[in-house]
Each structure stands twice: as structure tokens, then as C-alpha cells.
């Protein structure tokens, strides 16, 4: 995956002479020096090492050692769309007062269908807190801040040891600081491709024990209506035209918020105790 995801960056349709790419390997015990070689001299690309703190840290270790002014994040199993950077570029210069800039997700109808759900679910997360592309939320998989305002608050926060809640809560120290995001629907990525069943209850039961620790941090922060979610079954399955597709995607949607909620009490209990 991470080599794909680096040999979509050197198939960018914009001049790649002005990224530097920085690899954080936490831990893993796959070599990389066969992508190193395979791409030398078409990225600038460095690579730093660190054992098993989690992605926060593991971004917050790019963050330090990145010279440019913007940082740019993708996950190893991100794909950026051949046009990500160029899109990133323009974003950038059309919204210049804006301190973080991110897009959506996407997937294919080859990809499995679990792939698929999560990825209409993610992009119906961010639509719920979207308006005139200012958002208080961007995921990390496809979102590009300015350095200094990650260093002005602290960058992402190590507690955070799982793939799950370290980016809401950065967009939420952003916004109490007066930052400003935005969300551009052209800068798109695709992203979580090798989801299976028990990896997609996974995902959405450590979304749901990282959202204990997010509203236990910010009780003033409000959480979705039920209406809300309503509109989640309702535009989601609406994308599926035949009668088997909407029955899984239910029961996949179904899923997914009862993962969430066993991971959301899950904590709540832990941390009381």
C-alpha cells in the first residue's frame, strides 16, 4: 500500500520539484528501501523511523522534521488522485486565508463494498459540519495544514495511540483558536481499499472510544441530531441501485453505529473505572 500510495505522488500531474515527501515508519518491520530506490530522483523523499507511538506521534514527527510552510498528510493506504497536488495548489492559492484545507475520499465499484460504505459514510461525516466549504472537521488521509498553526497548538496530541480521534481533536484546538478550515470537494484521495468485515467493526468501534475522549474534553461540543443520522441511511443507501446493495449497506450502516457505541461506552466505562 505504501508503495502505491508513494507512486501516486510521483504520478502527479503538477511539478513535483516543490514537495519534499517525509516517510514515519512506527514500527513496522516492512523495508522501504526497494520504494526508496525504485523512486530516486523522482521525489525528494526522506525517511525517519520511530517504535510503535501511534500516528500522532508518527505525524508529529514529519510535522518537526518538514522545512516547508504547508503540510500536506496521507495515510500509508491513501491513493491520491492523479490530480491531488495540483488540486491541493490551487485550494491554496484561492483560499489563502484559510489554515487547513482537506478533501474527500473516494472509491471504486471493484473495491469491496465495505470499502465502499466507509467511504460514503466518511464523506457524509464531513458534509454534516461543512458550509461554504469552511469545516471544522478534515480528515488526515487527504488535509494539509500550515505548520505554524500546528506548532501554535500543539500538533496532534499522543494520547491518541490508535488511527482514531487525534484528528478531531486537532481540528478542534484549530478552531478554538480562531483557525480557519476548508473543505474543496476536487482534492480527492482514495483510501481504506483492504477493508473486510471485522476491520470495518474495528474502525468504527475505535471511532467510537476516541468520540468518548473528544466530548469528555469539549462537554460543550454538540453532538449530531437524530435527524442527522437519518439523512445518513437515507443518502447512503440512495447511492445503491440494486435490492441486495441496500440490504448490506443497512446492515453495514447498522454496523457501524453500533461499533461506534459499543466503543463509545466501551471507554466510558474504562475511564471510569
Known amino acids: 500500500m505504501l508503495r502505491q500510495c508513494i507512486k501516486s505522488l510521483s504520478d502527479q500531474s503538477a511539478d513535483k520539484k516543490c514537495i519534499e515527501v517525509i516517510v514515519v515508519n512506527d514500527g513496522g518491520k516492512t523495508d522501504i528501501s526497494e520504494i526508496l530506490d525504485f523512486l530516486e530522483g523522482q521525489l525528494q523523499i526522506r525517511y525517519f523511523y520511530q517504535e510503535n507511538k501511534g500516528p500522532a506521534a508518527a505525524r508529529n514527527l514529519g510535522i518537526k522534521k518538514a522545512k516547508g510552510e504547508i503540510i500536506l498528510f496521507l495515510d500509508d493506504d491513501s491513493q491520491p488522485a492523479p490530480d491531488w497536488l495540483e488540486a491541493m495548489m490551487r485550494a491554496w492559492e484561492k483560499f489563502p486565508d484559510f489554515d487547513g484545507i482537506g478533501g474527500y475520499t473516494l472509491s471504486e465499484a471493484t473495491d469491496s463494498i465495505y470499502c465502499r460504505v466507509n467511504s460514503d459514510f466518511f464523506n457524509w461525516f464531513l458534509r454534516q459540519y ?116 441496500k440490504i448490506i449497506v443497512f446492515f453495514l450502516l447498522t454496523l457501524s453505529q453500533v461499533s461506534t457505541l459499543i466503543g463509545y461506552y466501551s471507554a466510558f466505562l474504562t475511564r471510569k473505572n
Open 130 to 245: 461543512a458550509y461554504d466549504k469552511i469545516s471544522p472537521f478534515l480528515a488526515t488521509c487527504n488535509a494539509g495544514y500550515r505548520k505554524a498553526l500546528l506548532t501554535k497548538v500543539g500538533n496532534f496530541d499522543e494520547r491518541f495511540k490508535k488511527a482514531a480521534g487525534e484528528e478531531r481533536d486537532l481540528n478542534i484546538k484549530i478552531s478554538k483558536t480562531g483557525g480557519k478550515l476548508g473543505l474543496v470537494e476536487s482534492i480527492l484521495v482514495y483510501h481504506d481499499r483492504d477493508l473486510t468485515l471485522q476491520s470495518f467493526a474495528k474502525k468504527h468501534y475505535n471511532y467510537g472510544k476516541a468520540a468518548y475522549d473528544i466530548y469528555a474534553r469539549n462537554p460543550d461540543l454538540k453532538h449530531l441530531s437524530r435527524n442527522a443520522y437519518a439523512s445518513l441511511y437515507l443518502s447512503i443507501l440512495g447511492r445503491y441501485r440494486t435490492h441486495k446493495e
